[in-house]
């Protein structure tokens, strides 16, 4: 079902309410509790020329990892909250185009100037999309050809029972933030289509889950 404009408009200024104060301290605080972002960096093997879009790129830490790790790959980024855009924008100034949009359902040709990219990336925002699996169909469909996406979030940890996994979720709570337990077997309806290839594996003993959906390239007759 299409999203009504009030409901985006609601998700967007939620996430400006937890952002607009967070974006400051963003980078410093989530390098301690985000893990696994510089796994699914590593494991992009871009080529010079590549284009690489992040959906929720927040203040565009991964971008700027990605333009390091990677010289000459082309950086696009979307997200919903014009706050963090004003961070990414600072940091990745003109390197990267930006542009504010809801991952579930946006124009990549006219809000980024094409229609698919080499490399899509969602690090840690399934999480706080409402209907998450909306989003993740919407970035299989810009993956280019002989391209690949690629997906880090909270894994199974944050589910199990102890005092580590319950403090963890009450910490998550304070953000919106909902583990997707049923990310490998969405993933896996995804990957299993024609024309796909899926890989999925645990990271740091199920604290963060990595997804990775490669979509092969045609063979010439
Ligand atoms: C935890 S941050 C992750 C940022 C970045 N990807 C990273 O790995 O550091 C989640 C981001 O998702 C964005 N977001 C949440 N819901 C969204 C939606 N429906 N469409 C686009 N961005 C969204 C938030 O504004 C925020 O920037």
């Known amino acids: 079902m299409a999203k009504k404009p009030g409901q985006v408009r609601d998700h967007a200024a939620l996430m400006d309410s937890i952002y607009r104060g967070q974006k400051y301290i963003y980078d410093a605080t989530r390098k301690y509790y985000l893990f696994g972002r510089d796994d699914l960096i590593r494991g992009l093997d871009c080529q010079p020329g590549d284009a690489v879009l992040e959906i929720a790129c927040g203040t565009g830490r991964n971008l700027a990892k990605v333009?390091?790790?990677y010289p000459g790959t082309r950086l696009f980024g979307i997200d919903i909250s014009a706050e963090m855009l004003k961070t990414a924008a600072g940091k990745l100034g003109t390197s990267a185009i930006l542009a504010p949009a809801d991952a579930r359902q946006f124009d990549a040709r006219a809000m980024l100037g094409r229609p698919t990219f080499e490399r899509v990336i969602l690090s840690?925002?399934?999480?706080m999309i409402p209907d998450w699996d909306r989003a993740l169909c919407h970035a299989a469909k810009l993956v280019a050809p002989g391209g690949s996406l690629h997906v880090v979030d909270f894994g199974s940890y944050s589910a199990r029972?102890?005092?580590g996994?319950?403090?963890l979720r009450w910490w998550l709570?304070?953000?919106h933030v909902s583990p997707r337990l049923d990310l490998p077997m969405v993933a896996e309806?995804?990957?299993?289509?024609p024309g796909w290839?899926?890989?999925g594996r645990d990271g740091m003993g199920g604290y963060y889950r990595l997804?990775?959906?490669y979509r092969e390239q045609p063979q010439p007759d």
């Open 67 to 69: 333009q390091h790790a």
């Open 124 to 127: 840690y925002s399934i999480s």
């Open 161 to 163: 029972p102890g005092l």
């Open 165 to 167: 996994p319950k403090i």
């Open 173 to 175: 709570e304070q953000f």
């Open 189 to 193: 309806d995804l990957g299993s289509g």
């Open 197 to 199: 290839r899926r890989e």
């Open 211 to 213: 997804e990775r959906l």
